[in-house]
């Protein structure tokens, strides 16, 4: 962490002068391990904080202007714009996440009387689905937080106004999964969160002799007017559909056999399948903490396997790269479970490794995907890492 500051104030005095009087601030990325496609219908998610994320150098200004630089598009140069001009622009590129949040800060009546110069380092990769864009709005807030001495906000609230900026700055109807897991991380621990609520439980990450492997099919999702808003859609026209059957408010109040029950009711064959998954992905999820709650990565790593055959089949947000890399994982003695993870249409997989097969697992797996696709696949092992932080 210690380089990251270094190099952030460099970079930030690089791009404004100097770095006299500024912060620098680091937010995560994170995985989900299971409960896809789930937050958005009042179901149960169970994500966990990454080490890599998003850093940001910070300074307040004496003026109303606002400045961004990202070092990891140097060709946009730096963005300019003003407290007094929020409106969304066509160049703001990478910069709407951060104007988004801020935006939403003063939308909720926050006090952010003066702008800031900001530069960001991101270290997620591009279109992974690790949640770059949530880790860069948490970073944003938990530093506009910071610089504006904004006690009242709570990470719970960094989550939302991160989620509320997203679906109405950004127009990406996203759930509150990839912000609440960025703003409450915790170190060796996933998150089980019931989106309902948001009531959650840490759960430590214990996987014995065993290890957690993101791979990246490279094959980039870019979830903002994609379909990932029609699959919201679909499941809110399953729910307007089946709340005439059934005295139910989401879709996670529903268990399998009720919803086997009730599921003529839904009249379009996708909008049924979507809604199973939603329903049998969120029991699911509660059954999978519970296996590994009791020591049981086995019976987890085969409800990650059921996971994505739900999400590629009924869900039809998987992609054929990603199957790919999930097959030939699949077929491998020491991969306990393997899924897609995150929004999906591309992205990467999770899966859990027996530690003796890790590398045979990597080289198996790269030449399977490149023979069939002709792509590289890049692996990372996963360390689950806390919350945003001033440096
Ligand atoms: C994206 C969204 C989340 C969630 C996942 C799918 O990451 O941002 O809110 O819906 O997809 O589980």
């Not at 380089?3 to 995985?31: C, H, I, S, T, W």
């Not at 702008?115 to 270290?123: A, E, H, P, R």
């Not at 003529?264 to 296996?291: G, L, P």
């Not at 929004?343 to 997989?349: D, L």
């Amino acid at each position: 962490m210690a380089d990251y500051k270094q190099m952030m104030l460099d970079e930030f005095a690089k791009a404004f002068g100097d770095a006299d009087g500024v912060n620098v601030y680091f937010a995560p990325g994170r995985v989900n391990l299971i409960g896809e496609h789930t937050d958005y219908n009042g179901g149960h998610v169970f994500p966990c904080a990454l080490t890599i994320g998003t850093y940001a150098a910070v300074k307040k200004r004496s003026d109303r202007a606002l400045r961004f630089y990202s070092v990891n598009f140097p060709d946009k140069g730096i963005v300019e714009t003003s407290l007094d001009d929020m409106r969304p622009k066509a160049d703001d590129s990478w910069t709407a996440y951060p104007k988004g949040v801020i935006w939403a800060m003063t939308g909720r009546g926050l006090d952010i009387p003066t702008g800031i110069d900001m530069v960001v380092y991101g270290t997620i990769p591009a279109g992974s689905g690790l949640s770059s864009s949530a880790s860069l709005e948490v970073l944003t807030g938990e530093a506009v937080r910071d610089i504006f001495g904004l006690k009242d906000v709570s990470n719970t609230d960094l989550a939302k106004i991160g989620q509320f900026s997203e679906n109405n700055y950004n127009g990406m109807n996203c759930g509150i999964m990839d912000q609440f897991a960025s703003a409450m991380g915790k170190k060796d621990n996933a998150i089980f969160l019931d989106t309902a609520t948001l009531e959650f439980e840490y759960a430590p990450i214990a996987l014995k002799d065993a290890c957690i492997i993101i791979t990246n099919s490279n094959v980039k999702h870019s979830l903002v007017g994609s379909d990932y808003n029609t699959r919201r859609a679909e499941c809110e026209e399953a729910l307007a559909e089946l709340k005439k059957v059934v005295a139910i408010e989401t879709l996670g109040d529903l268990d399998e056999s009720t919803f086997e029950a009730n599921k003529q009711a839904i009249s379009k064959d996708n909008c049924r399948a979507r809604a199973k998954h939603a329903v049998y992905e969120n029991r699911r999820t509660i059954r999978a903490v519970e296996a590994l709650k009791k020591g049981d990565v086995e019976a987890f790593g085969r409800l990650m396997n059921e996971a994505h055959t739900s999400m590629s089949v009924d869900y039809a947000a998987s992609c054929p790269e990603v199957d790919i890399l999930v097959e030939a994982a699949w077929k491998i003695d020491g991969v306990l479970g393997s899924r897609i993870t995150g929004g999906g249409f591309g992205g990467c997989s999770v899966s859990i490794v027996r530690n003796d097969a890790v590398e045979m697992c990597k080289e198996t797996v790269a030449q399977e995907y490149k023979d069939k696709t002709g792509l590289d696949a890049d692996f990372y092992v996963v360390s689950i890492g806390d919350g945003p932080c001033r440096l």
